[in-house]
């Protein structure tokens, strides 16, 4: 067995090589701030423009739809706070109960000001649907908010047709994407949202670094106020070198897309058959219609936490829940909204396994799992 294998995916990722030394110019020599007249800025001006271009290619916006923020949390608290803070006079939000905690906390602000927000239960095997959309929208409604693919249970909601019942009512629409973005195809004027978020980390860039795109023409009141940098929409001298490692690192993740989907969706397979034929009784959640590698698989009578430290100490890295919930050891949000047994959501794992898995590591997950939960 390896030394360490590493299937937490969807907590972070691995920095992509070329990304890492992409970075390193802008940490050591290229050290001038971009917003300075000087030929010194010059080169970190330029490396922003290329970035923010390529960025904006891999999800069919334009360059000056994206605005660099320092991950999935900024982008997330700058939609729904900044959207309550908009002058219009629609006050209300909608969002679903099983978002990441970026989004449910920053309803939770925007409430305790005074705005409605209510939120929509996702069906049994984590989806939103239109219909549901239907029942909880009013012209009233000033923002929805969804998430693009559920960062626990890996469901993938049917975003087209949810911004099109929003839009119908006259409501702007935001997903949060970071667990999509770099990892299945995403045009934003297909999707046809008015924001996305989304975070390096996640695509193998690096961490503290992330975007927001906002479509052309929405209007969406500053984040930061300070500096000219980000359109004065969100101040503060820009990071380059973490910029440009995930332009990198997402331009990579989206050239070799159809390969690495391939590649994981195979090792995702071969899990799943092994467990089974080797007795391991599990149920997966999430439903049909899945991110590749995400596998939220729930062991009826056994305890998540028990199941991740025995991994753990065969060396294998895995998740309980959600990776910014370790702490909490009651069950998870995300598994409360889709109403999943007690007995079954104390017993759930997340297995999220990367373009850097191989098949070997997955025998190796498979056996461990067959050790602890069969007992050989
Ligand atoms: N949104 C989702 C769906 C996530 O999975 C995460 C991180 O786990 C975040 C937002 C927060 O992103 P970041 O770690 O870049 O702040």
Redesign the pocket.
Known sequence: MKQFIYADN??TTKLEKAALEAMLPWLSNEYGNASQPYSFARAPKKALAEARAIIADCIGALPEEIFFT?????S?NWVIKGSALSDSAKRATITSAF??H??LHSCAAIERLGYPVAYMWPSADGFITPDTLERYITDSTRLVSV?FA??EIGSIQPIRDLCKVAHAHGALFHT?A??AVGHVKIDVHELDVDFL?A?A??FNGP?GI?FLYIRKGVDLPSYADGGAQESAKRAGTENVASIVGMATALKENCDTLADNQTHIQMLEKELLMLLSDNGVCFIRNGGNYTLPGLLSLSFSGYDGEAILHRMDLMGISIATG???NSESTEISHVLQAIKLDPALAKGTVRISLGKYNTKEDIKDIAVALRKIVNGN
Request: glycine share 12%; net charge negative; proline share 0%.
């Open positions: 969807a907590a320092s991950g999935g949390t900024e997330d978002e990441h970026a989004i998430m559920n960062n949060d970071v667990q978020s975070s980390h996640k961490k992330g959600s990776a910014c």
